[in-house]
């Protein structure tokens, strides 16, 4: 069983950048594809970015350009990089995993372990 923890989230103002770690503990780790996904209030829960197991990735596209992913599977970690931060990146952030996935897939059904969320706030 894959466990995750989200950690880096917090207050800040539009343009600024944070950076979100999950830290993952598992023998799987290294064979999931590993996701973020958000959920903004009054919303569904949306997915951001993920990364396989051999390093690609994929975004949705309202944060192309922004955000970058990315994976240490030594340490057992994914992080997401977020910088020009708007009001709408607003949301608590969950890091997913896809135990053994063969292919990245944007659907929260499609993964296996969730954390138990980071809140992100950008605010003037």
């Known amino acids: 069983q894959v466990q995750l923890v989200e950690s880096g989230g917090g207050l800040v103002q539009p343009g600024a950048s944070l950076r979100l770690s999950c830290a993952a503990s598992?023998?799987?780790?290294?064979?999931?594809?590993m996701g973020w996904f958000r959920q903004a209030p009054g919303k569904e829960r949306e997915f951001v970015a993920a990364?396989?197991?051999?390093?690609?990735?994929y975004y949705t596209n309202s944060v192309k350009g922004r955000f970058t992913i990315s994976r240490d599977n030594a340490k057992g970690t994914v992080d997401l990089q977020m910088n020009s931060l708007k009001p709408e990146d607003t949301a608590v952030y969950y890091c997913?995993?896809?135990?053994?996935?063969?292919?990245?897939?944007?659907?929260?059904?499609?993964?296996?372990?969730w954390g138990q969320g980071t809140q992100v706030t950008v605010s003037s």
């Open positions: 997913a995993a896809d135990e053994y996935a063969r292919a990245i897939y944007t659907t929260s059904d499609k993964y296996d372990f």
């Open positions: 990364i396989s197991r051999s390093g690609g990735t």
């Open positions: 598992g023998r799987t780790f290294s064979s999931s594809t």
